[in-house]
C-alpha cells in the first residue's frame, strides 16, 4: 500500500493527526528526519516567550541605533539578541502619537511564536480575526485601549511569511530603568497591539 492510498479528507481529522501527516510527507520527501523536527519544536517550545520580544522593545528604546536596526531589519535586530534565525521575516511596526498598529492574521493565526510565545486564544479567535480588520477601533476599546481621534489605526495582516511585533511607545515614567525593569513594563498584549504597551 503506497503513501497515497488514504482518501483525502483530512480536514476531518484532529489537527495534531493532521500535522502528524504533513510531517511525515516531509519526511518521506528527505526534506527532514523526525530527529530534525523533534530538536526543532522542542527548541521553538523551550524558547518561545514573549519575554524574548520584551527585551528586543526595552533594547530599542534605550538604544537608538538598535531602534532604527529593529524598524529597518526585523530579523537582524532578533539575531543581535541571539534569537534566530526566523522562519519567516520579521516586521516591525512602531507606536507613535499619531499612530496605533495592531496585528491580526486575518485567514488563520499566523504569529511570531518564537519572539512572543505560544498565541493568545483571542488572537485565533473568528471575531478578532474578522472584527479588527472591520473595526479596529471598537476592538481595541474592548481590550481597554481608549485612544484620541486624530491615532491612526494601522492594522497590519500577517502571513505565513510575513509577521509583525509592534514597538510600543515608551511608557512615561520609565527613565532610569535598566533593561530588565523596561523588559518587564513591556505586556504580550502590548506586542501584539492590544495594549498600550
Ligand atoms: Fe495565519
Partial sequence: MSAHDHD??????????????LEERLIEAGQATDAELDAYLSTLYSTASPVNGARMVARA????????????????AAAELGFGPLSYRLNVV???????????????????VSLLGPSPG????????????????AVLAEFGVSL???VTISVW???????????PARPEGADGLDADALAARVSLRGLIGTALA
Fill in 148 to 150: 484620541d481621534d486624530d
Fill in 157 to 167: 495582516d500577517s502571513t505565513s511569511e510575513a509577521r509583525y511585533m509592534v514597538l
Fill in 61 to 76: 528604546w534605550t538604544d537608538p541605533d538598535y531602534r532604527d536596526l529593529l524598524l529597518e531589519d526585523g530579523n537582524a
Fill in 94 to 112: 512602531e507606536n507613535t502619537p499619531g499612530t496605533h498598529n495592531v496585528i491580526v492574521c486575518t485567514l488563520c493565526s499566523c504569529y511570531p
Fill in 122 to 137: 483571542w488572537y485565533k479567535s473568528f471575531a478578532y480575526r474578522s472584527r479588527t480588520v472591520r473595526e479596529p477601533g
Fill in 8 to 21: 483525502h479528507g483530512h480536514e476531518d481529522l484532529p489537527v495534531a493527526a493532521r500535522v502528524r501527516r
